[in-house]
């Protein structure tokens, strides 16, 4: 296994970080004692996204043990139930069980929220307004580090968790967005106001397959995986043995240190919501998971009753205890019954499961309620307005636009220390190499612009330079796309206030903006005005032609 982030940290051995969080600050040897309460909660919250809340219950909902998936296919296909297995856990109280089919409500929520942030055509649009060189060298790092797909992770994270970080290396010149969940991570910070770290830490277990050195055979061992960031250095401890259940001596074991020199920890903090007085903020659910897990158990209770009723069961009314024991279902059976005596069956009405399935539902209106989260849903019939999207979604549209604040006061804060880190990379370097001393200058590795040549037959490659700018522009996009009513409307409206007078050429230029994804009113107005004078001046021609009075008619 690969220093990776594990997906379940009660895999590996339970000495993991007992008080990691004080070894940030002064490298203590701290016992190993499991998760601290810290990390504790937040796999707990990740458990509700990751759809594993209940993998770890002994008992299932109809009070038999458990089992894993192979075990029981294993048991299905042997056709005999281990000794023990059945009725183990009748008694255990069903708030302890696992439920049937699951709702896993907490992923929906987070997925939608997620979708709103940076899905198809919702990501925002980052602009270096003050330099266009700089501009077209952000694009491109975008372009190549994947940035919207790196977002959409740490949305996942961050919306499930509360929190999460987002880091950058350049490997051999090429730029690298790192995503790192918050379950292992630590972090100090130099001024919590404005986010600056001062030292950053990534730490947890993991299991790996390694074979017996003295019987040869695979047996699974845990280890160790360390990283510390901080504003010179960027230190990694790969794969260190777990011994006596207790955190290693850091400072006696090797590592990889590789000296980035940005002169900062290139590394950002964001927290989902603002939560004062805490590095976690608050996650898409909180206040919700209750509700979840009471759904979960109401869909389960449904399930079993309709299930343990299907097969309905015989009534026999009579005084002969013979006819009654010896009844025989089925097409090919015949019921002899005494002279006076009836058979029917009993049958299910269904009304427990459906007030099930009832309460259920209302439950679950309820947490998408408190967490401001609508799906989709056609209120209004099978055409919308934007405008009458915008009301039925008001609430998850209020909740979406702090959202688009936290993750873009991250995003900012990231391709700035991008935009440092980058420029201290190209500063010439000294180098001495075989008694010479020499300059050597870095460069960062982008794809070129690609461009038409001039005779316009083929392409030229340019490749990308980082400008001087620094000012960074993110804004969002709008959450619906406009209809072709929408669209027609306001154009229309925009062209009678512009042939009434009561607005210029601009405004309206500006009005329909939107509809048409115009991104620079000024160029598209100095377009317009172009093809105007152009028109105008085709017209003169023609009346000029037409009368014979030649060039002596006044231009307009």
């Known amino acids: 296994m690969s220093s990776a982030t594990p997906s379940n940290p009660n895999a590996a051995s ?32 990740w458990s509700y996204y990751a759809c594993q809340r209940y993998t770890g219950r002994k008992v299932d909902w109809d009070g038999n043990e458990n089992l894993e998936h192979i075990e029981h296919e294993v048991v299905a296909q042997g056709g005999v139930i281990p000794p023990g297995f059945y009725e183990s856990g009748s008694t255990l109280p069903l708030k302890f069980r696992k439920p049937t089919a699951p709702y896993h409500l907490v992923r929906v929520i987070v997925n939608r929220f997620t979708g709103l942030l940076f899905g198809k055509n919702r990501a925002p649009k980052v602009r270096v307004i003050d330099d266009l060189v700089t501009d077209d060298w952000v694009r491109a790092f975008i372009e190549e580090t994947r940035l919207w797909s790196k977002f959409i992770l740490a949305r996942t994270y961050g919306g499930s968790m509360g929190s999460v970080a987002m880091g950058f290396k350049f490997v051999k010149g090429k730029p690298v967005v790192e995503v790192h969940d918050p379950r292992w991570c630590f972090v100090s910070f130099a001024d919590s106001e404005s986010g600056v ?3 950053f830490e990534k730490r947890y277990l993991y299991p790996k397959e390694m074979r017996d050195p003295n019987t040869g055979e695979w047996v699974t061992g845990n280890f160790w995986y360390r990283r510390v960031i901080d504003s010179t250095y960027d230190t990694v401890w790969p794969a260190v043995p777990v011994e006596d259940n207790e955190e290693p001596v850091w400072d006696e074991i090797a590592s990889v240190q590789t000296e980035h020199g940005f002169g900062f920890v290139p590394v950002v903090w964001i927290e989902n919501h603002d939560v004062q007085n805490t590095e976690d903020g608050w996650p898409d659910c909180e ?9 979960d158990a109401l869909h389960a209770q449904a399930f079993r009753g309709t299930l343990s009723n299907c097969d309905p069961s015989t009534v026999v009314c009579s005084d002969s205890e013979s006819v009654a024991s010896g009844v025989q279902k089925g097409s090919g059976s015949a019921l002899w019954l005494e002279r006076g005596a009836s058979a029917n069956y009993m049958e299910i009405t269904g009304a427990g499961p459906t007030a099930a399935m009832s309460l259920a539902s209302s439950f679950r209106d309820l947490a998408l309620e408190v967490a401001q989260c609508v799906l989709d849903t056609n209120f209004s019939g099978p055409a919308r307005t934007e405008a009458e999207v915008l009301k039925n979604y008001s609430a998850m549209i209020e909740m979406a636009d702090q959202l688009r604040e936290q993750y873009g006061v991250g995003l900012y804060r990231l391709l700035n220390l991008v935009l440092r880190a980058a420029r201290k990379l190209e500063e010439p370097v000294r180098s001495e190499e075989g008694g010479n001393v020499r300059l050597i200058s870095r460069t960062i590795d982008l794809p070129p612009r690609v461009e038409p040549d001039d005779d316009g037959v083929g392409v030229k490659l340019i490749p990308r330079a980082l400008g001087k700018g620094s000012i960074v522009n993110v804004t969002w996009p709008p959450y619906g796309e406009p209809s072709l009513s929408d669209v027609s409307s306001a154009t229309a409206a925009a062209a009678q206030a512009k042939a009434s007078g009561l607005v210029d050429h601009e405004t309206a230029i500006k ?17 317009i005005d172009a093809e105007t004078r152009k028109e105008r001046a085709m017209v003169m021609q023609q009346i000029q032609s037409q009368s014979g009075f030649g060039s002596n008619v006044e231009q307009p």
């Not at 002064?26 to 919250?45: D, I, V």
């Not at 009005?511 to 377009?527: H, L, R, S």
């Open 14 to 45: 339970q000495a993991v970080y007992a008080t990691a969080d004080q070894a940030i600050n002064g490298g203590s040897r701290n016992l190993a004692g499991g998760l601290n309460a810290r990390q504790m909660e937040l796999n707990r919250l």
């Open 197 to 199: 770290l001062r030292k």
């Open 287 to 295: 206040g919700i998971y209750d509700l979840s897990e009471a759904i």
């Open 511 to 527: 009005f329909v903006a939107p509809f048409y994804q115009i991104e620079d009113v000024g160029k598209v107005k100095a377009a």
